[in-house]
Every structure is written in C-alpha cells, then in structure tokens.
C-alpha cells in the first residue's frame, strides 16, 4: 500500500473532472486527478451534437430562454436556480472554451456555429433555436482534448489507470480515496482535504446503450456505499436515435440539420405526437412516441425499429412543405456529420445520405446521481445539509438542472459550468480546511472484498450476471414501465446481488493489469445501479420525463414535486452484501424560485 497526500482530489477525467482540476489548481489547491481509464478515451469525447449556450450568433436568444426550456424539458423537476446557473453560466464557459483554443465551427462572419437542437426554443417555447455550439460531430472529443493540454499547462498532477475503489470517511468528514493500480493491482491511499467525484453516468446497467463499456457508476456506488444517498435515480434517459440492436447513438444534431424519422408505413410521425415542434420534442417524447409506433405495429418490417431519415431529398421535402427557405445538400451532411457518417457506413453498411438509418431508443443519460448544490458540495439531506470536503460534478452529479430528463446539449454545458464551480469551490475550501486523520488500516475492507472476488469459487462468471441484468432492466425499466415489472426488475437484481456475493468466479488471480477482477468489482456497482433505480421507480407513482408509468399516467404535482433520495440503512456494509430494505426519503422538495417570480415557470402540462 503506498499513501499520497494531495489537498484535493478530482476522481475521473472527463470534461466534468478536468474542468475542475483545471479550477483547483489555478484557485492554488495542490491537486491530483485519478482516472480509470487514460483521460482522453473517457465518455466526453464521444459526445457529438453540441453544447447549448444563449448566444444569439444566428438566432435572436437570451439564457432566461435557455432556463425555461430546461425547466420544461426537465418536466418541472428541475430544481429552477439550478437551471438558471446553467444557462446563465454556459455563456462564458463557452466563450473560455473558445479561447482556451476549442475549434468550434465557424458562422460565415466567423462566429461560434450553432444548430438546433431538441426542446430548445426562443421566447419560451414560441420556436425552434439555434443553440448547439458545435465543432462538426466532435464536440464533445475537441472539449476533452482542449481541457487535457490545459491541465498539462497547468501542472495538474494525473493518475492515469488508476482505478478507484473506495472513499475513506472520519466522523461524518471526507479523509480521503482509495484506489488500486491497473498495472501493479496495489492500493494506493490518497488522503485528502476534498474530493470532487466525476466518473460519469451508468448506462451499461441496460442492454441498448450510447454508453463506453466503463461506464459503471463506480463513483456513485463508491460514496453511496459509504452513506450517501443518492437523488432521482428513477429518472435515466433513453436517446430515441440509436443504430438499431447496437446502441451507438446518432446525435440529435441529424434532426437538427432536418432529419425526421419515419415508420413502417413511410409516414413522418412525430407530427401526431409534437405537432409544433415535431421531431425536436426532447428525449423522453420522442422515444416514447418511437415505442409506441412499434407497439402498434408501425415499426420498420414488423420489427422493433423506425428509420431515421436525413437524405437531402425527404429533408428538403419537409423544409419546402414547412414552408422554409433553407435546403441540404450531401455536401451538408457530409461536412456537418462526418463521424456520424462513418458510423452508419462503417456498423450498418448504409449510406446516410442515400438511404435512412434503422434507430430504436437507446439508454444513455443518467439524469439522477450524488445531490450536490450548485457550487458541487455534496448535500445529504432534504434540509441541502453539506458533506464538507465532499464533491461531484458531470453525469454522475445530480444538481438538479435536469429535472426529469436531460435536454439535448445541456450535459455538455454542465460538465463545464459545475466542474468549473465545483473546482474553485474545492480551492476555496482547501484554504480553511484541516486534513481528516486517516484510520489504521483504511484499505482493509476493500482489500477484503476484492480477496473476496479474487478467491472465488463460485461458478458464474460476471458476464453472466451482468447479461441477465441488462436484459431485465430493458425489459421492465427502461422507456415505459409498470409495478408488476419494476418488482420483477427489482427482484431479479436482489438475486443477482446474492449470487454475486455466493457464487461468483473469475480467471484471472494475479495482480498486474486484472481486468478481470475490475471488471467484477464494476458489475457490484452496476448492480448498486439497478436495484437503486428500481426502488426509486417503483416508489414514484406517477409519470414525469423520463419515468412514464403505464399504471400511473398522469403527471402529479400536487404530491411529486419532490425529489427522491434512496439510501442504505445505516451500519449495513459497505459492499454488496444481501439486500437490505433500501430508505426511500422524499422530503426534498423541488426549488421553484424562478416560477415564484415568473408565471411562465410554474408547472404546466406540455404542449408541443
Ligand atoms: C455517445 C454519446 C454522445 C453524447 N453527446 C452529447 C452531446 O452532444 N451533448 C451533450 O451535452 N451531451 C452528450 N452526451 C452526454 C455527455 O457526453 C456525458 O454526460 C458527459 O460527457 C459525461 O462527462 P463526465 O465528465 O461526467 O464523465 P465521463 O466523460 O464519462 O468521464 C468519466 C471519467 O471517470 C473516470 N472514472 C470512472 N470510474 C472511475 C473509477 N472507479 N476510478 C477512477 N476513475 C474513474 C473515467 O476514467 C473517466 O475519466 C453524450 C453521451 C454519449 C454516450
């Protein structure tokens, strides 16, 4: 075991923890950045469509917009201040991404490109606006590059390939982090005054997903197993546009540019479900509205897919019959959507701007996570009661400016705007803090643990596990879901968990480079994932964003506009050990500060 002492700690390295890595050292904290995976190849840099900020470089825009559409988008349940930060805030991280060197794309005067993009509007819903700022189909890959050189310039101090595993506590105060070595398989303890948690979203709980393989929830399971609860885990996001039966997301930006999806029988059917803003309704509308044609049999050939359809000549059909001016051409698409492209004809052997690309709806946004408030500090209660020393920002933070569901470019504006604060709240912190004694032997437990997984004699391997709990969840808790489903869910994880602790096997024993062993240890968090999304569902009885109940349809404000925080009991251990009845607190009520000074923020029923 070796032992590092660093005043804070940012723990992952996607946009989120580079941003405030970048913040931490600059605000003067002596900072280190631990990462599983080599900064670069984490999930950021996959990110296609755009990132939103109220610009108004093509059209007339203002971030009081911005927040309204995220409120509304969110279904209500965003907490509004949290929304207002956002936009307000996305306007110069945008600009400080620019100047740090970011190659957006480029209007013809030679402003920041933007395009449109789901659920985003002008005047509160009136129409469409552009809004993404964009470089082609990168973004998100030319923002992690951009971060990456900047905290090179900056000295950040980066433990790559360094997996962590667990998070030490003293007396209710964070003392530190603990994480083990890809390449020697010893622990390393770095004691600290912060931490800020930034490991991204979850989405390999599901079968169908837009997520990288690493995306396990480690950091979320981590402190929840440490006694955080965690906040709206039931609402997860499904991205209507995915290459069907793989999952690889096709960005929204293709709607943005005028593709439109059309079923079976060759009709363009978002018309009957947003009949305003059509195919750029937000995420949940549009992938129930895909489930539904295929439920009733409109799919493409009886199947479960519809198509996608972004050819220059139905687009211009539809711009000539919405009476607009603009045309595409295939030099467009081309220059526009290069990767998205080369994923169509490199997986699928179609060609995008000949022929329509076969989507189903694909898991990809977790919009729940740790409770932070909008400086990042981690909150634990109803009451926004602060952990000190305890951060997180990005996928697996839950603010919430997302509310129910996430709109399209937001996620993006979030790693930046929170990473940012989160990163000068951690400096200004570290100033006035102590460091927390270290206990004895801090790395016992989960020395036990992964012994444990290491020795065992069981005779499933984890993939087989996963495999049966990605297909449940799919089936039962995915874009529509009822009790009778959700409990079947539920309970298939809880004896998943069982058999995860009596009968598991992995093949390799060693130390260097275990993947394997990793990889179990990833399927607990997964599985802390599921079962804490199950019961959050279950609990929520009503239909809001991404959580569409078919036995309870309706939005209900009157008894919902609360959050959920799901938590273990106390003194239950803190690796997946049998399947304690989880608390379910939901106190928290939704921060509706903006609706109490504007009536355009109070709670309405969407209308598209
Ligand atoms: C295909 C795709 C396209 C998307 N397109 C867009 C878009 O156009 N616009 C938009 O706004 N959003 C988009 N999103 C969503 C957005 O990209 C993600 O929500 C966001 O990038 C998450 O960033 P993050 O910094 O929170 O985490 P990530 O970028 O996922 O990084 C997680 C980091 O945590 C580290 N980590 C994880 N576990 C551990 C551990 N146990 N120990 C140490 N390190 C760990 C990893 O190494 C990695 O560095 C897209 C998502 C996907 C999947």
């Not at 032992?3 to 700690?9: C, V």
């Not at 819903?125 to 900047?150: F, S």
Request: neutral net charge.
């Amino acid at each position: 075991m070796k032992t590092h002492q660093f005043e804070a700690i940012v723990v992952g390295a996607g946009g989120a923890g580079l941003m405030a890595a970048l913040y931490a050292t600059k605000g003067g904290a002596k900072t280190a950045v631990i990462s599983k995976l080599y900064p670069t190849r984490s999930h950021t840099g996959t990110a296609q469509g755009g990132i939103g900020a109220a610009l108004g470089n093509l059209d007339e825009d203002n971030p009081l917009w911005h927040a309204f559409d995220t409120v509304k988008g969110g279904d209500y349940l965003a907490d509004q201040n949290a929304a207002k930060v956002l936009a307000e805030n996305a306007i110069d991280a945008v600009i400080e991404l620019e100047h740090m060197g970011l190659p957006f794309d480029r209007t013809d005067e030679g402003k920041i490109s933007q395009r449109r993009f789901g659920g985003h509007t002008s005047n509160f819903g009136e129409k469409p606006v552009r809004r993404a700022c964009h470089a082609a189909d990168r973004t998100g890959h030319m923002i992690l590059q951009t971060l990456y050189q900047q905290c090179i310039k900056h000295n950040v101090t980066f433990y790559d390939e360094f997996h962590v595993v667990d998070m030490i506590m003293n007396n209710g105060k964070f003392a530190g982090v603990i994480a083990l070595e890809l390449g020697t398989g010893e622990f390393h303890v770095f004691h600290a005054k912060a931490a800020l948690f930034a490991t991204g979203g979850w989405g390999r709980v599901w079968n169908v997903t837009s997520n990288a393989h690493s995306l396990t929830g480690d950091g979320a399971a981590v402190v929840y197993r440490r006694g955080i609860p965690l906040q709206d885990m039931e609402f997860y996001q499904f991205h209507p546009t995915g290459i069907y039966k793989m999952g690889i997301l096709i960005t929204e930006g293709v709607r943005g540019e005028g593709g439109v999806l059309i079923n079976g029988r060759g009709e363009r059917f978002m018309e009957k479900y947003a009949p305003k803003i059509k195919d750029l309704a937000s995420r949940d509308v549009v992938s129930r509205a895909i489930y539904l044609e295929i439920r009733e049999g409109r799919g493409v050939k009886g199947k479960d897919y519809v198509y996608l359809d972004v050819t220059p000549q139905t687009v211009n059909r539809y711009l000539a019959e919405a009476g607009e001016s603009r045309r595409i051409d295939a030099e467009t698409i081309e220059k526009k959507l290069p990767d998205i492209l080369d994923f169509c004809r490199t997986y699928l052997g179609v060609d995008p701007v000949k022929e329509p690309m076969p989507i189903q709806p694909t898991a990809h946004y977790a919009m729940g996570g740790i409770p932070t408030n909008v400086d990042a500090e981690v909150v634990i209660d109803e009451n926004w009661t602060v952990l000190p020393g305890l951060y997180a920002a990005g996928e697996v933070a839950c603010v919430s400016c997302h509310g129910a569901n996430r709109l399209g470019t937001n996620s993006l504006v979030d790693l930046v705007v929170f990473g940012r604060r989160g990163g000068m709240a951690m400096a200004d912190y570290v100033k006035r803090a102590d460091y927390a004694p270290l206990p004895a032997s801090p790395t016992a437990e989960i020395e036990g643990e992964m012994n444990r997984i290491r020795a065992g004699k069981g005779k499933t391997r984890p993939v087989e596990l996963r495999k049966i709990m990605q297909q449940v969840m799919m089936d039962h808790v995915s874009v529509f879901r009822e009790a009778k489903g959700m409990q079947q869910a539920l309970d298939t994880v809880r004896e998943l968990k069982a058999r995860y602790q009596t009968d598991l096997t992995i093949d390799d024993k060693g130390f260097q480079f275990n993947t394997d062993l990793l990889e179990a240890w990833e399927l607990g968090a997964l599985l802390d994932m599921a079962e804490t999304t199950a019961v959050s569902a279950l609990n929520r009885k009503e239909s809001r964003g991404a959580h569409s109940r078919e036995d309870a349809k309706e939005r209900d404000d009157v008894s919902w506009m609360v959050h959920t925080l799901v938590s273990r009991p106390a003194g239950t251990p803190p690796y997946p050990q049998g399947s304690p009845e989880l608390q379910l607190n939901t106190k928290k009520k939704v921060d509706l500060s903006l609706a109490e000074q504007d009536a355009r923020f109070v709670p309405k029923v969407r209308t598209y």
